[in-house]
């Protein structure tokens, strides 16, 4: 079964908007999540992590995500988006059923137009 | 500090060669993992070593092994390449534990004819 899902495979938004960026999991216990951004002909970048503590995390270049265990999802956000944010974001879980192994979403391609 | 380093970052090799990658991690990174990225299938989840011990491992088959040093440099070997073979392969390592972010390298290109 997929530990983590991305339901939208494409976002796209208008400069100075809002962005959300879904991501939801199915791991037991307490999951470790995380957010990472590709760009492209790039390696993958750490965003921000949820391990324990505030639902609300803050991470790089403004990211947030907020950790709903009720929902379990992980979404990201950026309240005001730069075209320079397109690119390929990917969620990805710890599944401790999984032996801690780290599994990351289909992703989600990003395009924000001037 | 230094990155995630990838060698080669380029590679072209024929059906049924042999190829070794690469990956020094982060200095002071004991954990190293390594994926597979093609279009059609994503981010795939190859190994993860730590400390010189394979901790974890993918749904890969035995064509596909890897192994850690002492120094926790990383190398993965993929034998009798088939063209399906042809991807980005991505090392991440991180400093330890479960909790711990990884940090990636640019990836090496593998492209099999």
């Known amino acids: 079964a997929q530990s983590v899902a991305q339901p939208e495979d494409q976002v796209n938004v208008a400069e100075g908007n809002p962005l959300t960026v879904k991501c939801t999991y199915s791991?037991?216990?307490?999951?470790?999540l995380f957010w990472y951004v590709q760009y492209p002909n790039r390696g993958l970048q750490f965003l921000l992590k949820?391990?324990?503590?505030?639902?609300l995390v803050k991470g790089s270049y403004g990211f947030e995500a907020e950790f709903n265990k009720s929902q379990t999802s992980f979404h990201l956000k950026k309240p005001s988006a730069l075209v320079s944010d397109s690119a390929l974001y990917f969620c990805?879980?710890?599944?401790?059923?999984?032996?801690?192994?780290?599994?990351f979403g289909a992703g989600t391609t990003v395009t924000v137009r001037a | 500090k230094a990155g995630v380093t990838q060698t080669p970052r380029y590679l072209i090799k024929t059906r049924g060669q042999q190829v070794t990658l690469s990956c020094s991690p982060i200095?002071?990174?004991?954990?190293v993992s390594w994926y597979q990225q093609t279009p059609g299938q994503g981010l795939q989840f190859l190994f993860e070593?730590?400390?010189?011990?394979?901790?974890n491992k993918g749904n890969f088959p035995g064509r596909f092994s890897g192994r850690q040093f002492s120094n926790s440099r990383s190398e993965m070997n993929v034998s009798t390449l088939e063209l399906g073979d042809s991807a980005l392969y991505l090392c991440?390592?991180?400093?330890?534990?479960?909790?711990?972010?990884?940090?990636f390298g640019p990836g090496t290109r593998l492209t099999v004819t």
């Open positions: 200095s002071g990174h004991r954990s």
């Open positions: 991440a390592s991180s400093w330890a534990g479960d909790s711990y972010e990884q940090y």
């Open positions: 791991v037991s216990g307490n999951p470790y």
């Open positions: 949820y391990i324990t503590g505030d639902n």
């Open positions: 990805a879980v710890r599944d401790i059923r999984d032996d801690y192994k780290l599994s």
């Open positions: 070593y730590f400390s010189e011990t394979q901790r």
